[in-house]
């Protein structure tokens, strides 16, 4: 059997981080891994299955020495500069940031959703919004069925998303309130702690935010309906780690609940936990640590025609960046 060979770039932070841990759960035929990451941090040792690593600093020779795949987590500059050099040296690259996301000749991929698409790559893949992808994963099965027509998106997003400033900001908080001290912010406009910021990203010209067109537009994309009618209110939360999501969908075609409920039970990827009267439904601090998309509370919304309202949770920094990433690394092994 091939062996494969992986570079992965920011492999010292939060996503990074939870990528070795995906790796060393896949066990993928790679046999060579390097990992690299800023000036700050190269030379660190830093131990992945059974074994000690120096990490390395991203240069523009990194990739000379060929490599199958290059995963890149160090943020849009890093991946506009690098991720065309690792390609050309024959890498694919499997990229977390939003730099090449809606490029006409870059697929954009969650496997669940739309794998074929990886096959029209020209040697760059990018891996959606964290919140983007739970999203698409129980939208695509529904749409197959039923035929989307509308989505709102509410988000509930966890700090971690915003990288370790972002955590610093609520540890802080958390801290800064327990002690009665004043702290400073490294990472939000306001403190994050007792607080929710309806501003993830930056501020565009439509009046909306980047994180809120990058749900509109990448859900389009995905789904491959570049007309879907789609909204987005995006609002970070003092929740460390998992985001969470209210959806509300519009379909075409009746629906019967039960029936629905079923083909999401049924879905690859997809845990449903929907029991209100047991209290029982997706919780941020539960899907930590978890590769699946949670939903629940799943109802109608009596206020359109066929109309659908569910609560979607899922592990941000792993199904909303590294493992997706490495899912579509093992599904270009496997196929
Ligand atoms: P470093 O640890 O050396 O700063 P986070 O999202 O948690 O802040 O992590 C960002 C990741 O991207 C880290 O691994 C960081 O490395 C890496 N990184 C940031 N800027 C660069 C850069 N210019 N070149 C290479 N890696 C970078």
């Given at each position: 059997m091939k062996e494969y060979s992986l570079a992965l770039v920011g492999a010292t932070g939060v996503v990074g981080r939870e990528a070795r841990k995906v790796l060393e759960e896949l066990q993928l035929p790679i046999s060579k891994y390097v990992f690299l990451a800023s000036s700050r941090s190269a030379g660190t040792k830093l131990e992945f299955m059974g074994k000690e690593y120096e990490v390395q600093e991203l240069k523009e020779d990194s990739f000379d020495e060929g490599f199958d795949f290059a995963v890149f987590s160090a943020g849009g500059e890093t991946s506009k500069k690098f991720g065309p050099i690792a390609s050309s040296k024959g890498a694919i690259v499997v990229d977390n940031s939003s730099a090449f996301r809606m490029e006409k000749d870059v697929p954009l991929v969650v496997p669940e959703v739309n794998p074929g698409d990886i096959s029209w790559n020209h040697g760059i893949i990018a891996n959606p919004n964290c919140s983007t992808i739970q999203a698409v994963v129980p939208l695509k099965v529904l749409d197959d069925k039923y035929t989307i027509k509308r989505i709102i998106y509410s988000t509930y997003q966890a700090v971690s998303g915003a990288g370790k400033s972002g955590i610093d900001d609520l540890e802080n908080g958390i801290q800064g309130y327990v002690d009665n001290e004043e702290y400073e912010l490294t990472?939000?406009?306001?403190?994050i702690f007792n607080n929710c910021l309806p501003d993830i990203d930056v501020a565009m010209p439509s009046g909306y935010t980047k994180e809120e067109e990058k749900m509109i537009n990448e859900t389009r994309k995905i789904l491959g309906k570049p007309d879907l009618a789609v909204t987005a209110t995006c609002v970070r939360v003092p929740v460390f780690n998992s985001h969470s999501e209210s959806i509300n969908v519009e379909f075409e075609n009746e629906f019967d609940l039960e029936e629905l409920i079923e083909t999401l039970k049924k879905s690859e990827g997809i845990i449903v936990e929907d029991d209100l009267p047991n209290h029982i439904y997706p919780l941020a601090a539960n899907s930590t640590g978890h590769n699946e998309v949670y939903v629940g509370r799943i109802r109608r919304d009596f206020s359109v025609k066929n109309g659908l309202n569910f609560w979607c949770v899922a592990d941000n920094i792993r199904k909303g960046a590294a493992t997706n990433a490495l899912q579509i690394v093992k599904y270009i092994i496997e196929n």
């Open positions: 990472k939000f406009a306001h403190p």
